[in-house]
């Protein structure tokens, strides 16, 4: 699987890459990604307008943001603005490892 983070924090990029390929997943982050399979992006630094942006740039692959858990209009946000999933901050690295190791 092939997946793309869009974040540009340095430390939570370089931990969910590492967890990611340690879980069998190809992992970007540039700005100019091949076709992911999944795309990863930070709501917390990205705003929901990347939702939108990467829905019309990839509309064929799966769309999963996170963002801080207290704020919960931004995760529905998110959701309305084309995201496939939407989970907390702590919850990000479990899910894409999830989805890698099953195989989608």
């Known amino acids: 699987m092939h997946v793309h983070l869009d974040t540009p924090d340095l430390m939570t990029r370089v931990r969910l890459e590492s967890r990611w390929r340690s879980a069998g997943a190809s992992v970007t982050s540039s700005q100019a990604p091949e076709q992911p399979d999944l795309v990863v992006v930070d709501l917390g630094s990205r705003g929901v307008e990347a939702v939108s942006s990467w829905r019309e740039r990839c509309p064929d692959a799966t769309i999963l943001a996170f963002g801080p858990h207290v704020e919960g209009a931004m995760l529905k946000a998110a959701r309305q603005a084309g995201a496939d999933e939407v ?18």
Request: proline share 0%; net charge positive; glycine share 12%.
């Open 87 to 104: 989970v907390v901050r702590g919850k990000v690295a479990d899910r894409v490892v999830a989805r890698v190791e099953a195989g989608s």
